[in-house]
């Protein structure tokens, strides 16, 4: 497995087979990363994911990604911090129901943003930890997925991405 992280748009992702979307239980388009990924995706989209609403916090969903340079979006519900408990375990089972999709859809590639850490207030240190460990725990059962990106908007978010990926 091939592990990398980059300082960037989630959009802008294009040699990746399925790009994340930190996303609204009812999958339309908001702010942060849905906004970017709903924009330029285009409005097919969100006629996409309307027979998939609701999902719950810790779900994940596939569509076709449109406009977009990728071949799906996966649509994660993360956990709202402080309020969707116990948060720990939701974000986990993001990240582990995502990788589970690529199984099913035989995807080699995907990217994934930081799941609730803007919005959603999940504190950035504890998300990008409890990431890294789920995913490199996971991934021992997956056979189609090659690579894996960590999408990173921020500087300082970027650097301390880096850091825990190469501990
Ligand atoms: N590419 C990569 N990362 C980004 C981008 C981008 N284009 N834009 C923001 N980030 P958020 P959440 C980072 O709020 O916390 C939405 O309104 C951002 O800096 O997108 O799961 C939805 O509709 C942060 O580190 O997702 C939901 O209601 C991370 O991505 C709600 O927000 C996640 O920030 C979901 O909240």
Same mark, same amino acid.
């Given at each position: 497995?091939?592990?990398?992280?980059?300082?960037?748009?989630? &959009?802008?992702?294009? /040699?990746? !087979?399925?790009? #994340?979307?930190?996303?609204?239980?009812?999958?339309?388009?908001?702010?942060?990363?849905?906004?970017?990924?709903? +924009?330029?995706?285009?409005? /097919?989209? !969100?006629?996409?994911? +309307?027979?998939?609403?609701?999902?719950?916090?810790? /779900?994940? %969903?596939?569509? /076709?990604?449109? $406009?977009?340079?990728?071949?799906? %979006?996966?649509?994660?519900?993360?956990? @709202?911090?402080?309020? $969707? !408990?116990?948060?720990?375990? =939701?974000?986990?089972?993001?990240?582990? &129901?995502?990788? $589970?999709?690529?199984?099913?859809?035989?995807?080699?590639?995907?990217?994934? *943003?930081?799941?609730?850490?803007?919005?959603?207030?999940? *504190?950035?240190? !504890?998300?990008? $930890? =409890?990431?890294?460990?789920? @995913?490199?725990?996971?991934?021992?059962? =997956?056979?189609? =997925?090659?690579?894996? +990106?960590? #999408?990173?908007?921020?500087?300082?978010?970027?650097?301390?991405?880096?850091?825990?990926?190469?501990?």
């Amino acid at each position: 497995m091939k592990y990398e992280c980059v300082h960037g748009d989630i &959009n802008q992702q294009t /040699e990746i !087979e399925a790009i #994340v979307n930190a996303a609204n239980a009812k999958l339309q388009t908001g702010g942060g990363v849905a906004g970017a990924i709903h +924009r330029a995706a285009g409005p /097919e989209l !969100e006629k996409a994911t +309307r027979s998939l609403a609701p999902i719950k916090p810790g /779900e994940a %969903v596939i569509t /076709e990604a449109f $406009d977009l340079p990728n071949k799906y %979006v996966i649509h994660c519900l993360g956990p @709202v911090y402080g309020s $969707d !408990e116990p948060s720990d375990k =939701l974000l986990a089972d993001c990240y582990k &129901n995502a990788l $589970d999709l690529t199984e099913k859809h035989k995807v080699e590639s995907i990217a994934f *943003p930081a799941i609730s850490t803007g919005a959603f207030g999940y *504190p950035f240190e !504890e998300a990008t $930890d =409890l990431a890294i460990k789920t @995913v490199k725990a996971h991934v021992e059962k =997956l056979s189609h =997925l090659k690579m894996i +990106r960590f #999408v990173l908007f921020s500087d300082s978010d970027f650097a301390y991405y880096q850091q825990a990926l190469n501990n």
